[in-house]
């Protein structure tokens, strides 16, 4: 149903008529409200994105593979990605499977002389990347088509092509040399690039604000 329609849609009543239930109440067996129901929706969706990966063993892996797992929910089920954000009670905010994410990075971080300030900054920025990527990418499919940066490359060297000679020589030069282009791969330079400027600001604590 969020697949469809969009997490707002998912209410038990919906839920309900979507398996064949006659009475929403008997859905209230298993969630005593909407609220539940999307905590333990978010608990899924957070799980998902953890699945399959191994115990990381530096701060570094874990925040891989934390953008890798966000990056592929937000690819495979974009409409579930507000469940991340939506509050639903003090009890449920946050999900047990990500706050042992949460303290093992911290944990590793802090050991490896970040401070928790920057644990969390360092935290923050991989899933502001890895979600602007997806939705970028997203968005591009949508108002372009299958394959957008390719149909957007070979407009630009028609432009290019096109131009006064001499005209945007810069551009001229890296159209002409770009045959092909991959999301997989930027995500992967820019993730990479990221890691390295959290790495290149860790610095002690004394003496900082």
């Known amino acids: ?57 530096s701060w570094q892996a874990l925040l ?14 974009p409409n579930w990605l507000p469940l991340i954000f939506t509050p639903s ?6 999900p047990s499977s990500f706050l042992g994410y949460a303290d093992r990075l911290i944990e590793l971080m802090l050991k490896d002389g970040f401070s928790l300030a920057d644990a969390l900054r360092a935290h923050t920025c ?7 990527h997806a939705y970028l990418e997203r968005a591009l499919a949508t108002s ?13 060297q028609q432009i290019v092509a096109q131009a006064p000679e001499g005209s945007y020589s810069s551009l001229a030069t890296v159209a002409s040399q770009i045959d092909r282009w991959s999301f997989d791969e930027t995500f992967e330079f820019g993730l990479e690039a990221l890691l390295a400027g959290v790495e290149a600001h860790r610095r002690p604590e004394v003496g900082r604000r």
């Open 126 to 132: 991989v899933l502001s990347f890895a979600l602007g």
């Open 89 to 94: 009670g003090p009890s449920s905010s946050f």
């Open 1 to 57: 149903m969020a697949d469809r329609e969009g997490v707002e849609a998912v209410t038990l009543r919906a839920l309900a008529s979507e398996v064949g239930v006659a009475s929403p109440m008997a859905l209230y067996t298993y969630f005593a409200s909407k609220e539940d129901l999307v905590a333990a929706m978010r608990e899924r969706l957070v799980g998902r994105m953890r699945e399959g990966r191994k115990a990381a063993t």
């Open 64 to 77: 891989r593979e934390t953008a890798h797992g966000l990056s592929r929910s937000a690819r495979e089920h």
């Open 144 to 156: 372009v088509g299958a394959d957008p940066m390719t149909k957007r490359i070979a407009l630009l």
